[in-house]
């Protein structure tokens, strides 16, 4: 890929030759070209800026600047090439090569609208009026062979320098965020950053970025690392368990939450495309609960497997179940199951009242979740009971 970047303040893109993106250009998998929009500025203060027409504050970047300056580096002008920042070890074997993992580009379609040359430079304008700039546009354009950018100062650029730049280029008008920069240069950098660590190559490891956030339309979980018990806080016993798809199935229900947390729209958006499965949906949906039930009749050892399975069935999840035999201890009348059996039967029962306890996870409404309870105790036992959510403080 080959960058072309077009600002009056060039030494503000210096970090595009750092790190990573300094190894790519090492590497030769890419190419940055800095360009001082001066140099196509005339007369003897070389301005570039001029006040807006119709009046206002602040000051507009000038038309005769701007439009050569995009004519020469459609034509191939160079620029300062930007070297590495300092010399990386190119002989370490990174992950993908022990791995013998190709490199995967990404099958995003190319960027290219109806009427458009597929082989013109992509221009891109940073500016808080354009498009939100996302990871799909970054995958997209991590296929692009020549982007272009345009640093904006002041109040931005004669917006007749894009109309007329569509004869060359692809224009893209895009923000990073809802908030105003003093210039497009910082803008440039982010986009820059997460452009090129898609291209195949940049980062030693695919799969680290086929797993970030937003690749699945979700935000990436929590991360952690050694050791397991960090001044007192211990990471997720999972994440050590050795069992891959249990530490799968934590991720993924660590980014449902964060995401339903933090961005609920990202969630809106993986249902409408249907990318959330039962599981997810459970995950999403499903609360902390806790049934409890005074239990009357001939409860049998080994029940609890039994119930377990069949509220998983239900959609209950079963965290625990306790039994405890009520009021030996305590000096308590006849409950009302007992004195409700006695009318009933006509004669005292002969099994204690008993409290289950059951905690877990479900979506069932609590009537439901407590009919589902019922459901797994042997027939014919008394019960009365409920159950309730359990508010997280
Ligand atoms: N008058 C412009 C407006 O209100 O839309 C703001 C101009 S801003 C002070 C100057 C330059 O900073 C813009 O031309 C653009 O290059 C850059 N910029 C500022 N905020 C940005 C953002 N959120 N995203 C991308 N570029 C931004």
């Given amino acids: 890929m080959r960058i072309d970047a077009v600002t009056i303040f060039p030494e503000y ?27 196509w500025a005339t007369g003897g203060h070389k301005s570039v800026d001029a006040p807006p027409l119709g009046g206002g504050p602040g000051m507009v970047m000038k038309p005769e600047v701007w439009g050569p300056a995009l004519d020469s580096i459609a034509a191939g002008h160079t620029g300062t090439a930007l070297t590495t920042s300092a010399a990386h070890r190119n002989d370490k074997l ?54 272009v950018f345009a640093c904006g100062r002041y109040e931005g650029i004669d917006q007749r320098v894009f109309a007329d730049a569509a004869q060359r280029y692809r224009v893209r008008e895009v923000s990073i965020g809802d908030y105003v920069l003093i210039g497009g240069e910082v803008a440039v950098l982010v986009i820059a950053e997460a452009v090129t660590r898609l291209i195949p190559g940049v980062l030693g490891n695919t799969e680290s970025h086929e797993e970030d956030s937003f690749s699945d339309g979700l935000l990436e979980g929590p ?24 530490v ?114 479900t979506a069932l409404p609590v009537v439901e979740a407590t009919k589902a309870v019922v459901a797994g105790l042997p027939r014919g036992v008394d019960w009365y009971g409920s159950t309730r959510v359990v508010e997280i403080t």
């Fill in 13 to 39: 893109l210096e970090p595009l030759r750092h790190a990573l993106l300094g190894k790519a250009i090492e590497q030769g998998i890419l190419e940055v070209g800095v360009h001082d929009l001066r140099d």
């Fill in 94 to 147: 990174r992950h993908d090569d022990v791995s013998e993992v190709a490199a995967r580009p990404y099958t995003e379609s190319r960027d290219v609208r109806k009427g458009e040359d597929p082989d013109a430079p992509l221009l891109i304008v940073p500016t808080p009026a354009g498009v939100p700039f996302t990871q799909a546009q970054a995958r997209a354009w991590s296929n692009e062979r020549h982007l």
């Fill in 223 to 246: 991360s952690y690392t050694k050791p397991r018990v960090w001044r007192g806080i211990e990471a997720p016993a999972v994440l050590t368990s050795g069992d891959h798809a249990k």
């Fill in 248 to 361: 799968a199935r934590f991720r993924r229900d660590e980014a449902l939450k964060r995401t339903k947390a933090v961005r609920p729209e990202l969630i809106d958006a993986a249902a409408a495309a249907g990318q959330l499965s039962d599981e997810d949906r459970f995950t999403l949906d499903a609360r902390e609960v806790i049934t409890e039930l005074d239990v009357l009749g001939r409860v049998q050892r080994g029940v609890d497997k039994h119930l377990r399975k069949h509220l998983r069935k239900a959609g209950y999840l079963v965290d625990s179940i306790e039994w405890e035999e009520r009021g030996a201890d305590v000096c308590f009348g006849p409950s009302m199951l007992e004195t409700e059996f006695e009318r009933r039967e006509g004669r005292p029962s002969t099994e204690p009242v008993v409290k289950l306890t059951i905690r877990g996870r």
